[in-house]
């Protein structure tokens, strides 16, 4: 997610104009689960800007300071005062689940095992009602949502750091399994995505814009064309402009002369003037003027893609590292 993520938390870029993050906080509060631990490191300012102390979801936050990305373990690890002695789940913040929550509670309820991990591809992990622990550390190779009970402290603590530098929660898992305690693991229902990179974050924005709801709060004048499942937030203008859903304009967005595609969501605060967009995320306050078509992109906060009258005609850039620019 390079360079956007030189600026801001990943777990902030939002799909569907929310957070990544607020998913998995709306998931854990639905599962009846109140307090949670957010491990948090070089981006702490910004993620306890966005999510305060928790209210909002009925539940009550607290933040855990990461000095490094350590490894998972290691999130276990610093996380252990919080945690006590309670079962806890771990849910890795930048992770999106289709599957409810709350039905991982259920059967973890109903069959009381005593750790469980999944596996990329599985199901349906249970998980207790008691604490929880919300790591933003990345795994890609591990679906972002395990629950363990206390032994997994004395196993945190009896690994070394892997070849990487990091102490691996499947090092941890190991160990249980060594030391003969069970460690289950069922298949997945539905859909999983880890959102660190663009090409799964736009999958994540397709498939949580299938199950919007038609709604229009903003300003739409006579000459607009509004197709299928569109959400226009309180705020946004739509001027001449066609919006083909499913599809959002965030709050404060301005779209004049323009169309708006399929799979597209238009942060708060954007201005879009003589322009196409399909299939793309805008995170807020871009100005995308007279640009032509924009397909499969993600544009970061403040963005601005313009066409220029000046001469002599050029493409002119100000890119910063880890960018990808794909001319036509």
Not at 5 to 29: D, S
Not at 37 to 60: F, N, P
Not at 195 to 203: S, V, Y
Request: glycine residues 10%; charged residues 25%.
């Amino acid at each position: 997610m390079r360079p956007i993520t030189h600026t801001r938390a990943k777990q902030l870029v939002p799909v569907a104009n929310k957070p990544v993050l607020f998913y998995g906080l709306e998931a854990i509060a639905g599962a009846g689960i109140k307090q949670v631990g957010i491990v948090v490191g070089d981006t702490a300012a910004e993620i306890q800007g966005a999510v305060g102390d928790g209210s909002r979801w009925g539940l009550e936050v607290t933040y855990l300071r990461q000095e490094a990305p350590l490894g998972l373990a290691h999130a276990v690890l610093i996380a252990r005062d919080f945690l006590g002695e309670e079962d806890f789940v771990m849910y890795l913040g930048d992770n999106l689940l289709q599957q409810d929550l709350g039905d991982f509670v259920g059967r973890f309820q109903a069959r009381r095992s005593r750790a469980t991990a999944p596996r990329l591809g599985e199901e349906g992990l249970a998980v207790p009602s008691a604490q929880i622990l919300l790591a933003h550390v990345e795994d890609p190779a591990l679906v972002g949502v395990y629950l363990f009970d206390s032994r997994i402290h004395e196993a945190v603590a009896s690994i070394k750091p892997s070849g990487r530098g990091e102490l691996e929660i499947t090092d941890a898992i190991q160990w249980l399994i060594d030391a003969g305690h069970v460690v289950l693991s069922e298949i997945l229902a539905g859909w999983w995505i880890d959102t660190g990179k663009l090409t799964p974050l736009l999958e994540a924005n397709r498939l949580l814009l299938e199950a919007i709801e038609r709604r229009i709060d903003g300003e739409v004048d006579t000459e607009c064309q509004l197709d299928g499942r569109v959400i226009i937030e309180a705020g946004a203008r739509l001027v001449r402009s066609h919006v083909r859903g499913p599809a959002i304009v965030g709050a404060g967005s301005e779209i004049v002369d323009s169309f708006i595609g399929p799979f597209s969501a238009i942060g708060p605060g954007c201005v879009v003037h003589h322009s196409e967009i399909e299939h793309s995320v805008l995170v807020g306050s871009a100005r995308v003027i007279d640009a032509g078509r924009i397909e499969d992109s993600l544009l970061g906060y403040g963005v601005e893609v313009t066409r220029s009258a000046r001469r002599p005609r050029a493409t002119r850039l100000m890119v910063g590292d880890h960018c990808l620019v794909d001319l036509s």
